[in-house]
Structure formats: structure tokens, C-alpha cells
């Protein structure tokens, strides 16, 4: 006599697979949706540096961020990263890490950006608030200048 219960297991294998799949995209979403959400708050917070309008990246940016420092050492800091690198010419993402703990996404990106006056490596720190990347924390590493470092979670 010879048993078979080959169905049942392919049937359990394929809907593994199956789940498996599903959630390897909908986590490949968040990476996208997180990589293309920060490049544009990348490029917002340039045009509003270039701008000398720490303001409102200041209003824009997230609680945590604001928390981490005095509006008026941001202020002086950009001030002295203008006033030392110049407006922003080309930036170029090199590094990226995104992480989703308990259904809170934070996308940490480095840039290689060149600047007027040298060049520098910025690091940003996003947290998701839906489709959109807020600004946690920020870092730049130039030989302009020791580092300055204005934020950092």
C-alpha cells in the first residue's frame, strides 16, 4: 500500500513561498517609497540651504530634531557651512539604510556633495511621517572645517 501526502505539503510550501514573497515586496516598498521620499527632502534641504533659509528648514524638520539643538547654534551652523562651503553644485547618494521597527520607518542616507568652495559628506537622518521623509538629524564631515555636527539621533 503506498500513502500519499505529497499535496497537502507542496500546498503548504507553495503558500509559504507564496507569504514569503509577499512581504519581501512589501517591505522592498518601504525601501523605495523611503529612498525616493528622502531624496526629495535631500533636495529641499539644499535649495532651502542655498537659499539661507534655515528657517524653515528648522519649522520643517522633525521635534526630535529640533529638541537636539538651539535654533540659534542651527542657525549659526549654517550660517558658517555657506559661509565657509558655498551653495551646494552636485550631491550624490552613496550610502542608504532603511530600517522599519514597530511600523516606524528611519532612512539614513550619506551624500557625497559637492560644494562652491570643497566638498562635503553629508549624512541625513529621515523618519517617515506616510510618504513623506522629516528631518531628524544632520551631519557634515568637510576638510573645510573640523565637523560640524548640528544633529544627530
Not at 533636495?43 to 539661507?52: A, K, N, P, S, V
Not at 551653495?87 to 516606524?104: I, Y
Not at 520607518?105 to 529621515?126: C, D, L, N, P, S
Request: hydrophobic share 35%; glycine share 8%; charged share 25%.
Amino acid at each position: 500500500m503506498k500513502l500519499e501526502i505529497k499535496a497537502p505539503i507542496m500546498k503548504t510550501s507553495q503558500a509559504l513561498l507564496l507569504a514569503s514573497t509577499a512581504l519581501f515586496v512589501v517591505g522592498c516598498g518601504g525601501i523605495f517609497k523611503g529612498k525616493a521620499a528622502s531624496e526629495a527632502a535631500v533636495t529641499r534641504f539644499h535649495q532651502l540651504y542655498d537659499e539661507g533659509q534655515s528657517d524653515s528648514i528648522w519649522k520643517e524638520a522633525h521635534p526630535k530634531f529640533r529638541s537636539s539643538s538651539t535654533k540659534a547654534t542651527f542657525d549659526a551652523s549654517m550660517k558658517e557651512n555657506l559661509r565657509k562651503l558655498g551653495k551646494v553644485k552636485s550631491s550624490t547618494t552613496n550610502g542608504l539604510q532603511v530600517k522599519s521597527v514597530n511600523f516606524k520607518t528611519t532612512v539614513i542616507m550619506t551624500r557625497k556633495t559637492v560644494f562652491e568652495r570643497g566638498e562635503g559628506a553629508e549624512t541625513f537622518t529621515f523618519e517617515m511621517d506616510g510618504g513623506k521623509a522629516v528631518l531628524c538629524g544632520y551631519k557634515i564631515q568637510s576638510t573645510k572645517f573640523k565637523e560640524t555636527e548640528l544633529v544627530e539621533t
